[in-house]
């Protein structure tokens, strides 16, 4: 097997030991976010507090990472998610990935809190758990960059958390390099734990795959689906993923004022083209020929001198029109100051959407904002948020909480205009144009997560498995299946790009038949495409009954008031919108397609023949 | 007479001059008739839509008629009214 060992490391005792990775868990799970949420699944209660040392993180690379195939240096991170208390799950790119697979390391679980801030120094000889009581404070761009300097080594790769994380922001992300496992608030479960940062350097060649010129003959597959998608080199080099505002634009998905309606032609001004305006160059992650990343500057205004690694699309809608910000200078202030920090964008910007509309419609006055005048739009009050949000300061400290406890905190009408599921803020899609887009909000393990089972054909009009009516809701309980399962297990789980999965593979409908053969060639299985798809079909199903363990019901899977009851008001969605009806008659057929009970609860057959047994003693009483 | 809307991006909606421009058809009108007519009003738009050698629409493409794919309708066929809006997209690929 090719898989690296796992580490172990509890900061209460300071212990650390070293095991081999399991067998079965490598065969049913493969590796990347199923094989960490099998491991929450068997290791964490789901009842515990997410900030407590009895939750565990669990950081967990694939076993394309670090190989030859390209685009894989990627990395999952899961723990509970102190913002939805849902399985919580995200992952980045850049260069990190690669680097501890190079330790040998395969997954790391952080257990228990240390007593002061520490980092964990992972390298080919020596695992450690240093004191960081000089990086604590620090954004953690400075962090990176002084504990580089400080270990005499730039080829250090470090994932970190700022200032936010280390104030238990809810939504506080994980930062390697530039690159954020911005979602789900994992950067505060490292607060929790008074870990501000691994730091990884590994020199180690993989172990021996099972079948080199196999792998060999895949990886040239892989490439030559790339270079034949008319797209990625192409347009999504270009454009990167703001490609996206032009297109949700014109489909009229694009949400803005906190949902109240779909994003106009005014919001050009934060898309694509106009954004090539700002680039100053391209990046990549390690081992990607694509360089789609655009590192923009602002040269002048009120925020020049700003430099980001994006804004990505999620970003633009979510720092842009969801706070009906046109100015694509603010928006790459805010992401910036979100990576240094350690926030994640999608949430920062979806929070303060929703306090812009209290406070347009009088819950929230000047005496509650700290004298922000902080109506849609206000670009300064929104940057002045961010700064107290990721320090705890006045308002910041109520919303660091997320949408779903503020507005509950605020009370009175104020949950109607929170926008999330499960407590995590929607993304950049708003879903009463985009019907199975909808239903993966609904039933996403982690909340209102586009990465879990992304409406491709939907948004992108790609064929396959068929062309859909995007407004339809017949068939998308199918179709989101198809949608959740492959991509928990293609991309998730083996841990490729998801960029290159919809833009090379899906169109040819060739994500899993490749996985598997990469499968076969690393670790010597006899396995098919549709083992592959079973990883995610027991991914699925294992997050399910983590989640109903953790006391989620069906009436969680819903969509707020506004989006069941109010219809799109304009753009070429207008009209549409998932009533109560829709919703029920989507779940209804997506929990029978699924093998569950009207509840959605995985049936004791199901699970058997996933070979998930030992889960049925977990499930909840009829 | 009747008059549809179309709505293009990048490339062709800067060859246009506009996001989207209205144009007059004869009835018994098909998403494949108002797409030919856009690119006989506007020539740079020769070889941006169809492909040529295969007669259906370039690959990267998809065309949305009143918000739904024309592939989950009847294609290029599918019978236009006065007052619909067609959307020619070029898909990128957000999400991160």
Partial sequence: ?622 | MSTVTVRTMFDMARIIGRPSVQLDIESGATVRTVLEALVAAYHGLDGRLFDTGKGGLLAYLFVELNGRDIRALRGLETPVQDGDALSVLIPVAGGA
């Fill in chain 1, 1 to 622: 097997m090719m898989m690296g060992k796992i580490l172990r490391v509890n900061l209460t005792t300071g212990q650390i030991t070293e095991q081999p990775y399991p067998d079965a868990l490598a065969r049913q799970f493969m590796g990347g976010a199923a094989a960490a949420i099998k491991l929450l699944y068997d290791e964490v209660d789901p009842r515990v507090d997410a900030l407590g040392p009895d939750n565990k993180l669990f950081v967990s690379t694939g076993f394309l990472v670090g190989t030859s195939a390209p685009t894989c240096s990627r990395v999952a991170f899961v723990a509970k998610s102190p913002l939805s208390g849902t399985v919580g799950y995200a992952n980045s790119g850049g260069f990190f990935p690669n680097e501890l697979r190079a330790t040998g390391v395969q997954a790391i679980i952080v257990e228990g809190k240390a007593e002061a801030p520490v980092y964990l120094w992972v390298s080919d000889s020596k695992v450690e758990i240093r004191d960081a009581q000089e990086y604590w404070g620090l954004s953690t761009i400075d962090t990176q960059h002084y504990m580089q300097q400080a270990l005499h080594d730039g080829n250090i790769r470090i994932a970190c958390i700022g200032p936010a994380g280390e104030r238990l922001v809810k939504y506080a992300a994980i930062i390697n390099e530039r690159r954020a496992s911005g979602r789900k608030g994992l950067g505060a479960v490292m607060g929790a734990k008074n870990l501000k940062a691994i730091a990884v350097r590994g020199k180690q060649d993989l172990p021996p795959l099972a079948d080199p010129a196999a792998f060999k003959e895949a990886v040239k597959v892989l490439h030559a689906a790339m270079k034949d998608s008319p797209v990625l080199y192409h347009r999504f080099r270009n454009f990167g993923t703001a490609g996206n505002v032009e297109l949700t634009v014109k489909q009229g998905d694009m949400p803005a004022r906190n949902f109240q309606e779909p994003a106009g032609e005014e919001y050009l001004s934060i898309g694509a083209q106009a954004g090539t305006g700002f680039r100053t160059r391209h990046y990549s992650c390690d081992q990607c020929p694509v360089m789609a990343g655009q590192v923009r500057t602002v040269s002048s205004g009120p925020y020049a001198g700003y430099t980001s690694e994006g804004p990505e699309f999620e970003s633009l809608y979510s720092l842009g029109s969801d706070m009906c910000i046109t100015d694509m200078g603010a928006c790459i202030a805010m992401d910036r100051l979100c990576d240094e920090l350690g926030l994640d964008t999608v949430s920062f910007g979806a929070t303060v959407a929703m306090a812009m509309e209290l406070y347009e419609r009088g819950i929230l006055t000047r005496k509650d904002t700290d004298g922000l005048d902080l109506k849609f739009g206000n670009h300064e009050a929104a940057v002045a948020v961010l700064r107290k949000v990721a320090y705890r300061e006045g308002i910041g400290d109520l919303l660091a909480e997320g949408s779903r406890l503020a507005a509950e905190r605020i009370g009175g009408e104020a949950p109607k205009y929170a926008m999330h599921v499960k407590g995590l803020e929607f993304p950049g899609y708003d879903p009463r144009g985009l019907k199975a887009m909808g239903l993966n909000y609904m039933t996403a393990y982690t909340g209102a997560d586009h990465s879990r089972g992304h409406s491709e054909q939907e948004v992108f009009g790609i064929p396959v498995p068929h062309a859909v009516d995007r407004l339809a809701i017949e068939g998308k309980a199918a179709l989101t299946i198809f949608n959740q399962d492959v991509g928990a297990a293609v991309k998730d789980s083996s841990m490729l790009c998801t960029f290159v999965v919809r833009l090379a593979l899906l169109p040819k409908d060739l994500g899993p038949k490749l996985v598997a053969d990469f499968w076969r060639a690393a670790q010597g299985y006899d396995v098919t495409p549709e083992d592959v798809v079973r990883v995610g079909e027991r991914l699925t199903n294992v997050a399910r009954v983590w989640n109903l363990r953790a006391g989620f019901t069906r009436a969680d899977d819903t969509l707020p008031e506004r989006l069941l009851m109010e219809p799109l008001k304009t753009g070429a969605s207008q009209g549409h919108r998932i009533s109560p009806e829709d919703r029920d008659f989507m779940l209804d057929e997506y929990y029978r397609l699924h093998g569950w009970d009207a509840r959605g609860v995985p049936t004791p057959e199901r699970l058997k023949a996933l070979g998930l047994e030992a889960l049925v003693a977990d499930l909840p009483r009829a």
